[in-house]
């Protein structure tokens, strides 16, 4: 059974750019979560998708979207980049929602803005 | 407040010893679930354990259990007979999901090194 797979691995762009990250979760399981690391600020929350839904937004400004397709995979976009956006994102796959439900992540995307 | 917290932000144990990392957390929902993730430097966040609410009897994953004690609200990871590949950084993890916003809130870790 495939575990969760993000792409690219590793990213540099330049400041003002945009860029797309992808999460495929687990076969069978409909959420997907989004979570950008950095050191100064920990793993923070980004949003949660549930059945092509966005059910939950952590706070970050409107530059961060995502969406999530019927096949359960997932995109988050950055608009405008900012150096402050350089973080490991990672996206934690869980069959269903919930606080007793399973997470397991992905190996993370590093993006570094320059 | 926080709402997951741990102590030890760094903890040096020697090979093939038992580790406690230890973790606090607090909730007011009943269901909820308690993760532990190991991240090596690579940066992949790799499952270890896991601890739903409603579960009575502690977690246990080959070298990994899960101390559950639900009235201190404690949920401390013991890792049997440490190996150097332990070397890495531990979360420890909530998700909490009765308002249904079922984020998984994380601890600031605890970068545990095994000497050899």
């Known amino acids: 059974k495939a575990g969760v797979t993000q792409t690219p691995r590793y990213l540099i762009k330049t400041r003002g750019q945009q860029v797309t990250l992808s999460c495929s979760p687990i076969?069978?399981?409909?959420?997907v979560s989004w979570y950008q690391q950095t050191p100064g600020q920990g793993l923070q929350f980004l949003f949660e998708?549930?059945?092509?839904?966005?059910?939950n937004k952590g706070n970050f400004p409107g530059r961060f979207s995502g969406r999530q397709f019927s096949n359960s995979r997932s995109e988050m976009n950055v608009s405008t980049l900012e150096l402050g956006d350089s973080a490991l994102y990672l996206c934690?796959?869980?069959?269903?929602?919930?606080?007793?439900?399973?997470?397991?992540f992905g190996q993370g995307t590093r993006l570094t803005v320059v | 407040a926080q709402k997951i917290t741990q102590t030890q932000p760094g903890m040096f144990v020697q090979e093939k010893e038992a580790v406690t990392l230890d973790c606090t957390y607090d909730t007011s929902d009943q269901s909820y679930g308690l993760f532990w993730y190991k991240q090596p430097s690579s940066g992949e966040m790799i499952f270890l354990i896991y601890q739903g609410s409603y579960d009575e009897q502690n977690a246990t994953e080959g070298r990994y259990s899960l101390n559950f004690q639900k009235a201190r609200k404690s949920a401390n990871l013991v890792i049997s007979a440490s190996q150097l590949g332990d070397s890495a950084m531990y979360f420890c993890?909530?998700?909490?999901?009765?308002?249904?916003?079922?984020?998984?809130?994380f601890g600031k870790g605890t970068r545990l090194h095994i000497l050899p």
């Open positions: 934690a796959s869980s069959l269903t929602t919930g606080g007793n439900t399973e997470a397991f």
């Open positions: 076969s069978g399981h409909r959420s």
């Open positions: 993890a909530m998700r909490e999901g009765q308002r249904g916003d079922d984020k998984i809130i």
């Open positions: 998708y549930f059945s092509e839904t966005q059910r």
